[in-house]
């Protein structure tokens, strides 16, 4: 065992929980308050889908930096930076008074995040033998998921009184995260410093960037506006230089030849696909529960948790399990399952009713509980010990890169099918072109409670009101048909990722600590 000894590996392992708590609270706790965001901030749908994407794009481009990082320096130094670039982001982000100051905020809480993950990762690794890791993760990303379940419900209580408390909070958890890694005193030295890959860096970090922007922006841009293909062009030309760098970089930033395994190839395209679905169905759930069903934020934090708590409960018996019988049944399984789930809810979420989807969330849960332990344990497990680090990165890479490309992706959907219809419904009344671009403001205005005769909704305005009503409730199923696409788009995909993996994944046979261990038929 190569941790920090078997007297501190449980502080050691309480330390990292810590700090994937803090980081799973937050994905949460802000997903709930974006609506009441929107309204403070007067952000557009695009400006606020920016909130959460600026903090997962540089999550995901600094991730597999934070993973070099992890097998260069001092690994409890790296995770403790982190921790401090995350929790001063934090509240800068909770005094922001404008899209701009906001946006910039969440980018830099996404650097210290990704600082954070990697090294938490592999010192909990290394500080258990090989049968107690399955365990060790499962406690490690179930005791986290404890947060996750609770952040909707504290997203929303803290939104009712002050969305800016959703920041806040992060700031006695990352406090109590450092006294805690001094308590554990983990040992985060390495056997030997490689050098950073600063040209992987450039392209990877411009190559992401003008990807999400050209499909975050395509919406309104236009998919054939020059903006939108220069964009796209540029994106996928510099991920293509990225590609080519790492494969003939000495000290890549990321490994890419991981990915000729079988195992650590398909854990990771379940975990992309996961994460790309995950997003979608946090973020404009929260928006469906309270822009179209009316929930207060609190409501809306409760709708939840019948998504978290199956979660919760599952992940840390799928650790275990995992350690008996490997990740197959559990990781492809779960992935199908979780596509169901959310195959149903977008079949069902046009008829505006809460309850009848209970079913699909808790499929989706119970799916998201079965694969991430497994699927992320059996990952690191496949590579090589002194390549954790790296290994880890990637992971995380990956994993950021699809809840990034969820929001491009799937919002862009939403924007898309939702905006013909309302554009249908303007119309319908007349409004001029400058009203029609304004039509999502329906729903915004409606939602906080103004009043829906008044000037400050000039499409609103023209109805007769005892139209108003029916006009709301065209401008609702508009935007639920938009997120029912989007639902549909990541479940079949889901669906199709998960019979692959219950096809290649293999229980890894292990002999030792050393190179990645053979398969087993």
Excluded at 34 to 42: A, E, F, K, S, V
Aim: aromatic residues 6%.
């Amino acid at each position: 065992m190569s941790g920090g000894g078997a007297d501190r590996r449980w502080w050691t392992l309480i330390a990292m929980t810590g700090a994937l708590s803090m980081i799973l609270l937050d994905a949460t706790v802000v997903s709930v308050a974006l609506p009441t965001i929107q309204r403070d901030l007067d952000l557009t749908q695009v400006e606020l889908q920016w909130v959460l994407n600026a903090y997962l794009l540089t999550l995901a481009a600094f991730v597999a930096v934070a993973g070099r990082l992890t097998d260069m320096f001092n690994r409890v130094h790296v995770f403790s930076l982190g921790v401090v670039v995350f929790t001063v982001a934090s509240a800068v982000s909770g005094l922001a008074q404008d899209e701009a100051m906001i946006i910039g905020a969440r980018a830099v809480q996404g650097v210290g995040a990704a600082l954070m993950i990697p090294p938490s990762q592999t010192l909990v690794l290394n500080a258990f033998r090989l049968d107690e890791r399955g365990k060790a993760m499962g406690i490690y990303a179930g005791v986290s998921l404890v947060f996750l379940s609770l952040g909707p419900l504290l997203g929303g209580l803290f939104t009712e009184i002050d969305w800016r408390l959703v920041f806040w909070i992060n700031l006695p958890v990352g406090l109590a995260t450092l006294a805690l890694t001094r308590i554990a005193r983990p040992d985060g030295r390495v056997a030997e410093r490689g050098r950073m890959d600063w040209p992987g860096f450039a392209t990877l970090v411009v190559g992401l960037g003008a990807l999400v922007l050209g499909l975050m922006q395509a919406s309104s841009w236009g998919w054939g506006s020059p903006e939108t293909i220069v964009a796209l062009v540029v994106g996928t030309v510099m991920v293509a230089a990225f590609i080519v760098i790492e494969l003939r970089a000495r000290t890549p930033l990321l490994e890419l030849r991981l990915f000729a395994g079988r195992n650590f190839s398909a854990n990771v395209a379940v975990l992309f696909f996961v994460q790309f679905g995950l997003m979608g169905a946090s973020v404009f759930g929260a928006i469906y529960a309270q822009d179209l069903l009316g929930f207060t934020p609190i409501e809306a934090g409760a709708s939840l948790l019948p998504l978290t708590l199956p979660l919760l409960l599952i992940a840390p018996l799928a650790g275990r399990v995992y350690d008996r019988i490997g990740p197959r049944q559990l990781v492809g399984g779960g992935a199908i399952l979780a596509g169901a789930g959310l195959l149903l809810n977008g079949l069902l979420l046009h008829d505006l009713d809460y309850w009848i989807l209970l079913p699909g969330y808790v499929m989706l849960g119970a799916g998201l509980g079965l694969v991430m332990s497994p699927a992320n344990t059996d990952a690191l497990n496949a590579s090589p010990a002194d390549r954790r680090g790296a290994a880890s990165g990637a992971v995380m890479t990956m994993r950021q890169v699809g809840g990034t490309f969820g929001i491009a992706i799937l919002g862009t959907i939403v924007s898309s099918v939702a905006t013909r219809r309302l554009d249908d419904v303007a119309a319908s009344v007349g409004a001029t072109p400058e009203q029609t671009a304004e039509a999502e403001r329906i729903l915004t205005d409606q939602s906080a409670g103004a009043d829906m005769g008044s000037g400050e909704n000039a499409i609103l305005a023209r109805v007769p009101a005892a139209e108003r009503e029916s006009l709301v409730e065209q401008a609702k199923e508009a935007v639920a048909d938009g997120i029912g696409a989007a639902y549909i788009t990541a479940a079949v995909i889901l669906i199709v990722v998960g019979v692959v993996a219950f096809i290649r994944l293999r229980r890894l046979v292990f002999t030792d600590d050393g190179p990645p261990p053979a398969p087993m038929a």
